[in-house]
């Protein structure tokens, strides 16, 4: 069997912008001439590219999970409080957190599959519980402090033998990006994609699709305490933590082509859509463009993405860069991914 | 369009029901739903010795409807396309401040203020439907890319509020009769309008035609494109009108005074309320209504009862999500039965 490594659909275009992106930086910023520079960069989109990674399983189910920025912010400010500068609690802490997301998860699943709502509905009611309950907790001022250990996978960096120092943060998200593009080529994650597809030939053709939605919330909330967790070790407490980034998360997965509805995208682009994201506003940063300009640069730059990859092959043969002749024999293409 | 469709509904035997739940639409529910709520918030501001529905708390729940339920009529028709917007919140606050700058404290020029305010949310809204439709943007990316944009615009040119509202023109926002605020009844006004207009027209009907099946409705022969585009200028202007009332309300305009409601999920979440579908083609007005009402008085109940006011976050969204599931219920027990109403 001849196994030929070949893109995703989708894949492409975000992996060029990204490519540009850098190139831009490179020119830019004196900082991005060496590879620390980069891994800064890395380190800093790791929090949105795993809450990215956990809004694709979602979204490629066909579904929307808008909780995972309260959710950030509760893990946070949980941790702080609980913590409270005590080095010994750090352990069950960070466990109570992941426990916390994994449970936040299981609602929004539960009541997507179970009650029939609308994830969608679903999960912006668990938004507003969920900031309305970390406030009426905390009083409106998170209190407490991390601890040291806690903020390690954050800040943090390990050596390693070949590279030298990488941060925590680096090796977690590769660690976890592996693992999704691993589980995405397994049977559950093409599963996952064919509910998104076609929930009902999934299951007619015997699938579970309640149990396999379930498991796309799950993990999105699993993941989005595992960016809680680095997140506050890098921003440290406060309440707006997770403000907007469940819009952010859900832009970065359709940055990487991936469908809205489901069906169609990967787990590796979506990731590089937030890799993306990041890169563009470091380059705004860079290019001194004010803050209040970034989001409207954002809202310009995600609707010609969006608007490129549905026109996407009209458009692409009235350009005739790639003319007909996608099933005849392609030259050898180099094997990236 | 119909990104937010989701088969939610699987096909399961379920008891069949009374044949007395027919008249039970979601409409009757959301009503039923308010009046109970009215009924146990009076109890329980009646402990208290207050009195909930006294012409200062009719007040109040009215006007606290008010400017949600003018954006909630925009998003409603939107919705029942399968569309919807998430750039309202932000073109409220953007048309409050172009009313409040183009007035400047002159009466003359209320009318040309007014007018303005309501093309450029008119041309939000047309820009809207035209990313949706010719670009063919998923709704939810190209509103959210809108809304970007227009913060971006917001956060670069004023840093607080700005503009002047004549004394005349704060008439709109705070006159009224008995205790009810004449905004009040120029928003039901706009509420009766649009319920005539998608229940008792053409192209009303031809939105649910859209929402239900939009490839049905194409091969109809419905001009899908225009009929998307109508329902989003049509959802910018009923934001720009609340901006306007707001503008007369503050005084002057305010950048974030859409974005600080938080009325772009809000008011879906009201529509969602109100018994409309969010993947569009079936529900209406007169729900929306019901929902921002419930919505309205769950606030004025809280703040009688002093209750933390974070607490009515976490139960907007259990009303939200129960209400919703619901909903779901009652439709996939229709669907068993094969009817589709």
Not at chain 1, 28 to 55: C, F, T, V
Not at chain 1, 124 to 141: P, Y
Not at chain 2, 7 to 14: E, K
Request: net charge positive; charged share 10%.
């Amino acid at each position: 069997m001849t196994w030929r490594p070949r893109l995703a659909e989708g894949t492409a275009p975000v992996l060029v912008v990204l490519l540009l992106l850098l190139i831009g930086l490179a020119i830019a910023g004196p900082a991005y001439d060496e590879p620390s520079g980069y891994l800064a960069l890395l380190k800093r989109a790791a929090p949105l590219m795993i809450l990215a990674i956990g809004q694709y399983f979602v979204i490629v189910s066909g579904g929307f999970d808008l909780s995972v920025g309260a959710l950030v912010t509760a893990g946070v400010v949980i941790a702080a409080r609980l913590i409270d500068g005590s080095e010994s609690a750090t352990a069950w802490v960070i466990l109570l957190v992941l426990g916390f997301g994994l449970l936040v998860g299981l609602v929004n699943g539960l009541v997507t599959t179970k009650l029939l709502v609308p994830s969608f509905i679903v999960t912006l009611g668990m938004l507003l519980v969920l900031d309305g309950a970390i406030f009426l907790w905390t009083g409106g001022a998170p209190r407490g402090a991390l601890s040291a250990g806690f903020r390690m996978f954050g800040r943090g960096a390990v050596d390693v033998p070949v590279l030298g120092e990488v941060p925590w943060s680096v090796l977690i998200l590769l660690a976890i990006l592996v693992a999704a593009a691993l589980f995405m080529r397994g049977g559950t994650g093409r599963a996952l994609v064919a509910v998104g597809d076609n929930e009902a030939a999934v299951r007619l053709s015997g699938g579970q699709v309640d149990r396999l939605r379930l498991l796309a919330f799950v993990l999105s909330g699993l993941l989005a305490a595992v960016a809680a967790i680095l997140l506050g070790g890098f921003a440290g407490v406060s309440a707006q933590v997770g403000n907007g980034l469940e819009f952010r998360a859900i832009t970065a997965v359709v940055l990487g082509g991936v469908l809205l509805g489901g069906g169609r995208g990967s787990v590796v682009a979506a990731a590089a859509g937030a890799l993306s994201l990041e890169a563009l506003f470091t380059l705004l940063n860079l290019l001194g463009v004010s803050g209040a300009l970034e989001s409207a640069v954002q809202g310009v730059i995600i609707i010609v993405a969006v608007a490129y990859a549905s026109l996407g092959s009209g458009v692409r043969q009235r350009l005739r860069l790639w003319p007909k002749q996608r099933n005849v024999a392609r030259p050898a293409q180099p094997a990236s991914s | 369009m119909s990104t937010l469709q989701e088969n939610t509904l699987p096909v399961r035997q379920q008891a069949t029901r009374p044949a007395a739940q027919r008249w039970l639409t979601p409409v009757v529910i959301v009503y039923i739903a308010l009046v109970a709520l009215l009924v146990v918030g009076s109890v329980l501001v009646g402990l208290r010795g207050e009195v909930l529905l006294d012409q200062g708390g009719i007040l109040n729940i009215l006007t606290r409807a008010t400017a949600l339920g003018l954006v909630a009529i925009g998003q409603t028709m939107v919705i029942l396309t399968g569309s919807l917007d998430l750039s309202v919140a932000y073109l409220v606050g953007l048309t409050s401040l172009i009313a409040a700058e183009t007035m400047a404290g002159r009466d003359g020029m209320v009318v040309p203020g007014v007018l303005l305010a309501l093309a450029v949310a008119a041309g939000v809204g047309l820009v809207n439907g035209l990313v949706i439709t010719v670009l063919k943007a998923n709704a939810f990316i190209a509103t959210l890319g809108v809304a970007l944009i227009l913060r971006g615009y917001l956060e670069e040119n004023y840093t607080g509020p700005a503009g002047d509202v004549p004394r005349g023109f704060q008439h709109l926002g705070y006159d009224r009769i008995g205790p009810v605020p004449v905004a009040a009844l120029l928003m039901l006004a706009v509420a009766v309008l649009s319920w005539w207009y998608l229940s008792r027209t053409r192209s009303g009907y031809h939105m649910y035609a859209v929402g239900g099946d939009i490839e049905v409705a194409r091969l109809s022969g419905l001009p899908t494109r225009r009929i998307i585009v109508t329902a989003h200028v049509l959802c910018s202007v009923a934001a720009g009108l609340t901006g306007i009332y707001l503008a007369s309300r503050l005084g002057s305009g305010a950048p974030y005074v859409g974005t600080d409601a938080g009325y772009d999920l809000e008011s879906i979440a009201a529509v969602v309320l109100g018994g409309t579908l969010l993947a569009g083609g079936r529900g209406g007005v007169a729900g929306t209504i019901g929902g921002v009402l419930i919505l309205a008085t769950l606030d004025t109940i809280f703040d009688d009862l002093e209750v933390d006011p974070f607490f009515k976050d976490v139960v907007r969204g259990v009303v939200l999500v129960t209400a919703v599931a619901l909903y779901a219920r009652r439709m996939s027990a229709n669907r068993t039965r094969g009817r589709l109403t």
